[in-house]
């Protein structure tokens, strides 16, 4: 059994680490707060936004653009994954890694190393996929992340759309983690370029009548870029709100289980000490007798 200085010695210890984790879970909840507002506020417009262009591709006009249209053969792709610059959020980054792994085992099936780019933003996921092979590693944005900004996704996508209409990649995939509650976070894969038409649960365009001016052609062909480069920010406001939410939940676990095991050690401490106690009355009752 150990002695009680050690035992006072590990109580301290967890006091000390119970008040970094209670308060990260502080910091973390703050800006899950700021984040799922963000997200909260984005989403619905991103949603009206894609709306409309759909229902422009879809409608009587039949209007076509480049980015809309699949290649009949898949040489090259590119994949962009999300995830955390740093650590203590529990298993937010080794699934974004897991999930990423298998979408470009997949691919791999079809297509060598040197057909796959993997663009990474977040240095966790760098570190696990620099480990890995059977890809091109793009770290140029690596450490856009923790701030998101529109600059930031305008430059991907717009470098996204550029390779894709001079046929340098053949499709493009969005790989993260969707924010659903602050208890739940889902790997998600994203088809984003050749533009996907979404389908009601008719299987059919849904379809809305709108007076355009001047053409079809000219407003898609302003709108699909903004469409397009709203949709990685709302990825990476997505991201962001979900790590967040997924070092929320770490944090306040970790808090737990030091309450939990702060409880075990302090009743061990009184328990040691009320039996140094009792020896110490054995002993001075046991000199006073002879």
Do not use: W
């Not at 079809?216 to 967040?244: G, R, Y």
């Amino acid at each position: 059994m150990a002695s009680l200085k050690e035992i006072k010695g590990r109580i301290g210890s967890v006091e000390g680490t119970l008040k970094i984790t209670s308060a990260m879970k502080m910091v973390a909840s703050a800006k899950l707060h700021k984040a799922q507002g963000a997200i909260e506020s984005m989403l619905p417009y991103d949603k009206q936004l894609h709306k409309i262009m759909v229902s422009l591709l879809s409608g009587d006009a039949q209007v076509s653009t480049p980015l809309c249209q699949p290649r009949t053969q898949i040489k090259r792709v590119a994949i962009v994954a999300i995830a955390s610059n740093s650590s203590l959020c529990g298993g937010y980054n080794s699934n974004v890694t897991r999930h990423l792994t298998s979408v470009i085992k997949e691919y791999g099936k079809n297509l060598s190393p040197d057909a796959i780019d993997c663009y990474v933003i977040g240095r966790k996921l760098e570190q696990s996929m620099s480990k890995m092979q059977g890809f091109n590693l793009i770290n140029d944005y690596v450490d856009k992340g923790d701030n998101p900004t529109f600059s930031t996704a305008q430059q991907l996508a717009t470098a996204l759309m550029k390779d894709y209409i001079e046929g340098r990649i053949d499709g493009v995939e969005l790989v993260y983690m969707h924010f659903k509650n602050t208890a739940s976070q889902i790997p998600t894969r994203e088809i984003y370029l050749p533009v996907p038409l979404q389908k009601t649960e008719n299987n059919e365009v849904q379809t809305v009548e709108y007076i355009i001016e001047p053409t079809p052609s000219e407003v898609l062909n302003e709108l699909i870029p903004d469409a397009l480069c709203m949709k990685i920010f709302t990825v990476m406001l997505d991201a962001q709100a979900a790590e967040h939410a997924a070092r929320t939940v770490a944090m306040q676990t970790a808090t737990d289980n030091a309450n939990d095991l702060l409880d075990e050690l302090r009743i061990q401490y009184n328990k040691g000490r009320q039996a140094a106690i009792t020896a110490e009355l054995l002993d001075i009752v046991g000199g006073s007798m002879h």
